[in-house]
């Protein structure tokens, strides 16, 4: 591409000028929250359908509710490049996780409409209508229904209010018993590409506005359960204590001590505890808490899960503790494609900067659309690589830096022989 085709003027402005936009549709005046199938959700489709129809492409909502746009290439009907990211948001959100990659992808293609460029293979925009999981406690459930790995039982969990997520699709317009019309047939997609938010420090640290995404770490979550005996905290010795919750302090710092030893990119967190029966003169004979391990090779992973339970095994056996351990959650390590790291780190050399590559230790819905395509991934600097919170803070000459060079990866993408 000759930099005389360019745009003229920041792209960067008008995407930020959007995000504000989409970040006004929310639940609460006062804090960002966009949850899959509530009203907020339908209108900001709606926006989405508009953007992209002003954008050259033919729009619709789908089966699971995404948004989905096409632009054509030079022959009808030809596969798709698919860029995509999510629309919806975890409660008290920040404005960029998510609509970044959309937004970002539709004022792509709208340059290229300005310029009347068309390309050997469509562009289709995917915004996926549920990544974060915030209603139904079932992530990713807008690009499982795409990749056609959607499971029907999902159907039937409901949120905080009791509501089922079939009385939610109805409710939006949809019918669930649809949902298999989403997804979509290998042939038909050349690759998938996203653009996001890094959520972490590390393209600050490195003082870059972009950087290639080699893996979407994998993750086990565990639910742990120490069982002890309650007691007096007045009469009962110390040395004849069944303490569940000082049992569970040594073992969630000896899951901090043994991620933070490791060098393969491991990462340990104990996200909840609770302790039973909660009361300041009674020693808990209850302690239930949460474990989340990510690395960025799931061999690796499963291997220190390995090690990290027989170490709570061994806390439990010496304080004489009875302890149930459940896998609540496992996901993949999804590996970006080569052949596409090669072409964003080719554009981001293009724009001027180093192709510095990492990994995501946050899921992301390339996790699902590798049943279906490769994937690759383009990550933007986020100020303090703050990430799920009202704090969360993309600079527009980032921006504009990313758009710069996802367009440049669209017109020069080269499809695997």
Same mark, same amino acid.
């Given at each position: 591409?000759?930099?005389?085709?360019?745009?003229?003027?920041?792209?960067?402005?008008?995407?930020?000028?959007?995000?504000?936009?989409?970040?006004?549709?929310?639940?609460?005046?006062?804090?960002?929250?966009?949850?899959?199938?509530?009203?907020?959700?339908?209108?900001?489709?709606?926006?989405?359908?508009?953007?992209?129809?002003?954008?050259?492409?033919?729009?619709?909502?789908?089966?699971?509710?995404?948004?989905?746009?096409?632009?054509?290439?030079?022959?009808?009907?030809?596969?798709?490049?698919?860029?995509?990211?999510?629309?919806?948001?975890?409660?008290?959100?920040?404005?960029?996780?998510?609509?970044?990659?959309?937004?970002?992808?539709?004022?792509?293609?709208?340059?290229?409409?300005?310029?009347?460029?068309?390309?050997?293979?469509?562009?289709?925009? *995917?915004?996926? &209508?549920?990544?974060?999981? +915030? %209603?139904? $406690?079932?992530? =990713?459930? /807008?690009?499982?229904?795409? @990749? !056609? #790995?959607?499971?029907?039982?999902?159907?039937?969990?409901?949120?905080?209010?009791?509501?089922?997520?079939?009385?939610?699709?109805?409710?939006?317009?949809?019918?669930?018993?649809?949902?298999?019309?989403?997804?979509?047939?290998?042939?038909?997609?050349?690759?998938?590409?996203?653009?996001?938010?890094?959520?972490?420090?590390?393209?600050?640290?490195?003082?870059?506005?972009?950087? *290639?995404?080699? &893996?979407?770490?994998?993750? +086990? %979550?565990? $639910?742990?359960? =120490?069982? /002890?005996?309650?007691?007096? @905290? !007045? #009469?009962?010795?110390?040395?004849?204590?069944?303490?569940?919750?000082?049992?569970?302090?040594?073992?969630?710092?000896?899951?901090?001590?043994?991620?933070?030893?490791?060098?393969?990119?491991?990462?340990?967190?104990?996200?909840?505890?609770?302790?039973?029966?909660?009361?300041?003169?009674?020693?808990?004979?209850?302690?239930?808490?949460?474990?989340?391990?990510?690395?960025?090779?799931?061999?690796?992973?499963?291997?220190?899960? +390995?090690?990290?339970?027989?170490?709570?095994?061994?806390?439990?056996?010496?304080?004489?503790?009875?302890?149930?351990?459940?896998?609540?959650?496992?996901?993949?390590?999804?590996?970006?494609?080569?052949?596409?790291?090669?072409?964003?780190?080719?554009?981001?050399?293009?724009?001027?900067?180093?192709?510095?590559?990492?990994?995501?230790?946050?899921?992301?819905?390339?996790?699902?659309?590798?049943?279906?395509?490769?994937?690759?991934?383009?990550?933007?600097?986020?100020?303090?690589?703050?990430?799920?919170?009202?704090?969360?803070?993309?600079?527009?000459?980032?921006?504009?830096?990313?758009?710069?060079?996802?367009?440049?990866?669209?017109?020069?993408?080269?499809?695997?022989?």
């Amino acid at each position: 591409m000759t930099d005389n085709h360019r745009h003229n003027g920041s792209l960067g402005a008008d995407i930020v000028q959007r995000i504000d936009q989409l970040a006004a549709i929310s639940e609460a005046p006062d804090n960002l929250t966009r949850v899959f199938l509530s009203k907020e959700h339908r209108a900001a489709a709606e926006v989405l359908v508009t953007w992209m129809q002003q954008a050259g492409m033919l729009a619709r909502i789908d089966a699971i509710g995404n948004v989905c746009g096409r632009y054509e290439g030079t022959k009808l009907g030809a596969p798709c490049l698919m860029l995509g990211s999510h629309y919806d948001s975890v409660r008290d959100a920040g404005k960029w996780d998510g609509p970044l990659g959309v937004v970002t992808a539709i004022a792509c293609v709208g340059d290229l409409n300005r310029r009347k460029v068309r390309l050997p293979f469509a562009i289709e925009i *995917v915004a996926f &209508a549920d990544e974060e999981g +915030t %209603r139904f $406690a079932s992530t =990713l459930l /807008g690009s499982r229904a795409v @990749a !056609g #790995t959607f499971v029907e039982s999902a159907l039937a969990s409901r949120d905080r209010d009791g509501v089922s997520m079939r009385e939610a699709m109805v409710a939006f317009g949809l019918d669930p018993d649809h949902i298999g019309a989403a997804a979509r047939a290998p042939v038909e997609v050349l690759a998938y590409l996203e653009l996001h938010i890094e959520q972490g420090p590390v393209l600050e640290a490195q003082k870059l506005p972009v950087g *290639v995404v080699t &893996a979407i770490a994998g993750a +086990t %979550r565990l $639910a742990v359960e =120490l069982h /002890g005996t309650a007691g007096h @905290a !007045g #009469t009962v010795p110390m040395a004849m204590r069944r303490d569940a919750l000082t049992g569970a302090a040594e073992c969630i710092v000896a899951v901090e001590e043994f991620c933070r030893s490791d060098r393969g990119g491991l990462v340990g967190t104990v996200g909840y505890i609770n302790a039973m029966p909660g009361a300041t003169n009674v020693i808990p004979g209850l302690v239930s808490f949460t474990l989340d391990i990510r690395a960025p090779k799931d061999s690796y992973r499963k291997m220190a899960v +390995t090690d990290i339970v027989r170490e709570i095994e061994t806390i439990a056996k010496q304080r004489q503790l009875d302890l149930q351990i459940n896998v609540t959650h496992e996901n993949r390590t999804a590996p970006c494609a080569p052949w596409l790291q090669n072409q964003i780190g080719a554009a981001i050399t293009a724009e001027g900067f180093r192709a510095f590559e990492l990994p995501s230790g946050a899921g992301h819905d390339g996790m699902a659309m590798i049943d279906i395509a490769d994937i690759a991934m383009l990550f933007v600097r986020c100020r303090g690589g703050i990430s799920h919170n009202p704090a969360e803070h993309v600079d527009e000459a980032d921006v504009d830096a990313g758009a710069r060079v996802l367009l440049r990866v669209i017109e020069n993408f080269t499809p695997k022989i």
